[in-house]
């Protein structure tokens, strides 16, 4: 079980969207629920990602504009083992229910997010045993889940920590996200603070990793096109670079 957090509006459906793409493209089979966004929504997001199209054309209605690209896209996801589903695993029932009826199984679950569940705002014991059982089923049979959470905004009510990464004490949901995760990746966009900087590096920390090492990981956030990039692939490649509309040194520091 891996958690997925970060404060409002700081890329995780996005990151999130493009590790389910990635995985689906090697041939894992991925479900991604989604509890807030339609499944129009994120394919949206997945066009712009795959085919490079400025999100921007898509959101004033020129989606018919790339007769091509979209040609391209649906050939790209038409055998791709990606499932998108919309509302569905709100309680445990659902969710129970689904995994119970999908054979074979996949080999990652997405959660976005987990917030949204019935009932969790009111009382944390719901959204503790649902955390608990969803971690026990994936055990049971063998497949990888994801769990999307935000970071507290008390966490950044302070003028002290505003534009700070988060830590783990920051997980919004419950404590049950940290003492069951295998996990915890945690996101911060310093230029959603600051438009000022020239970087545009984007902050992951690996805050807790039951198997592994912490640590915190610079990466390149291409927000037009919804897509997180190696900053070595950029300083090594120019037409990555180019690709990703970066010029000059604003990858640089």
Not at 32 to 48: N, P, W
Not at 54 to 75: M, R, T
Not at 232 to 240: G, H, L, N, T
């Amino acid at each position: 079980m891996v958690v997925l957090a970060a404060r409002t509006s700081q890329g995780k459906t996005a990151l999130a969207l493009q590790i389910a793409w990635d995985l689906a493209s090697q041939g894992k089979s991925v479900v991604y629920l989604s509890l807030e966004m339609t499944v129009t929504a994120l394919l949206e997001r997945l066009f712009c990602y795959s085919e490079g199209i400025d999100n921007s054309s898509l959101l004033v209605g020129k989606f018919n504009d790339y007769p091509e690209q979209k040609a391209s896209f649906e050939k790209k996801i038409e055998d791709m083992p990606l499932l998108i589903t919309q509302g569905l695993g709100k309680n445990w029932k659902e969710i129970n229910d689904f995994i119970s009826l999908i054979n074979p199984k996949p080999d990652c679950l997405i959660m976005d997010y987990i917030g949204c569940i019935e009932g969790g705002r009111v009382d944390r014991k719901v959204i503790n045993d649902y955390i608990y059982r969803l971690r026990a089923e994936a055990v049971k049979h063998d497949f990888a889940v994801i769990l999307l959470s935000q970071v507290n905004r008390a966490s950044i009510i302070s003028s002290d920590n505003r534009g700070k990464i988060p830590s783990l004490e920051g997980l919004k949901e419950t404590g049950a996200l940290e003492e069951h995760a295998d996990k915890v990746i945690l996101l911060h966009y310093p230029y959603f603070y600051n438009q000022n900087v020239d970087s545009r590096k984007y902050k992951i920390h690996i805050a807790k990793n039951r198997n592994g090492r912490t640590g915190v990981f610079s990466v390149y956030f291409d927000a037009t096109h919804y897509r997180f990039i190696d900053l070595e692939r950029i300083q090594e490649d120019p037409q990555v670079a180019k690709a990703a509309g970066i010029f000059g040194g604003d990858v640089v520091g």
